[in-house]
């Protein structure tokens, strides 16, 4: 079994949003994961933007959903640049959320033996400075 780094003691700073993102990063502060909608089309969509991707409008709007999902593809980063040099291998996975938008992460908690592509995965939340979190995932047992 390879061992994996979980890059949680990687120092990090705090996310300087945009506008547009500002709402993603204050409900992570109560460790809650929001998609923009599109009412217009029906569809979510990551990462923030400040028009609908498909429909070029602005009246999006913010909705809380579970941030469960599954394993899309992922790779071993078995050599980085800092702050993550010195802290390899670890994972970096494009995780598929139910709502069917792709955030891509780091996955924490999970042997190497026990990643593959279809694993079911929920949030785990790394604290940042300002009191936000940086949204990771882990296996969903």
């Known amino acids: 079994m390879t061992a994996l780094n979980d890059t949680l003691d990687v120092p990090r700073e705090a996310p300087k949003p ?9 409900a992570t502060r ?3 994961v929001l998609l923009q ?3 217009r089309d029906g569809s979510y969509q990551f990462p923030p933007r400040p028009t609908g991707m498909r429909s070029g409008r602005r009246d999006l709007e913010w909705r809380e959903v ?8 992922f790779t071993v980063a078995r050599r980085a ?10 994972l970096i996975a494009m ?18 033996d026990d990643m593959a592509i279809g694993v079911r995965v929920k ?3 790394a604290p ?11 296996p969903d047992r």
Do not use: Q
Request: charged fraction near 25%; charge should be negative.
């Open 18 to 26: 945009r506008t547009f993102a500002g709402p993603f990063w204050e």
């Open 30 to 32: 109560e460790k809650k």
């Open 37 to 39: 909608y599109d009412r």
């Open 66 to 73: 579970s941030g469960k999902g599954k394993i899309f593809t």
């Open 81 to 90: 640049r800092e702050p993550f040099r010195g802290h390899e291998p670890f």
């Open 95 to 112: 995780v598929t959320l139910d709502e069917g938008v792709n955030v891509m992460a780091n996955i924490v908690n999970c042997p190497l």
């Open 123 to 125: 949030p785990f939340w």
């Open 128 to 138: 940042l400075p300002d009191g936000t979190h940086l949204l990771m995932f882990e």
